[in-house]
């Protein structure tokens, strides 16, 4: 029962911390002067023009671009990340989850 309840808050946690990234896409695109009317329109746009960029030596660290083409044509950062998480649970109950 008590791995079912780990999931359970790791899945939580996780999805908090989805959701935080996605209200900082919206920021940084919204500071660039982007609009949009609804929430398909934000994914259609994102799924369109934002790329997620990964780092050989660094597996961990990524960063989305607005209109990414190449190294030479790295378009502009919209977000750096660090997809690194480690869950701690203590006696008491309390959950920890760390990412980046």
């Not at 996605?22 to 929430?39: A, G």
């Given at each position: 029962m008590l791995t079912n309840t780990n999931n359970y808050i790791q899945k939580e946690l996780i999805?908090?911390?989805?959701?935080?990234?996605?209200?900082?896409?919206?920021?940084?695109?919204?500071?660039?002067?982007?609009?949009?009317?609804?929430?398909?329109?934000?994914?259609k746009f994102s799924d369109e023009r934002i790329s997620r960029v990964f780092f050989e030596d660094d597996p961990y660290n990524h960063e989305l671009r607005l209109d990414y083409k190449s190294i030479d044509e790295p378009g502009r950062l919209i977000v750096r990340f660090s997809t690194k998480a480690e869950m701690k649970c203590e006696p008491s109950g309390r959950v920890t989850l760390t990412i980046g």
């Open positions: 999805k908090r911390w989805e959701k935080k990234l996605m209200r900082t896409i919206k920021q940084k695109l919204s500071s660039l002067h982007y609009r949009f009317e609804n929430e398909a329109a934000f994914l």
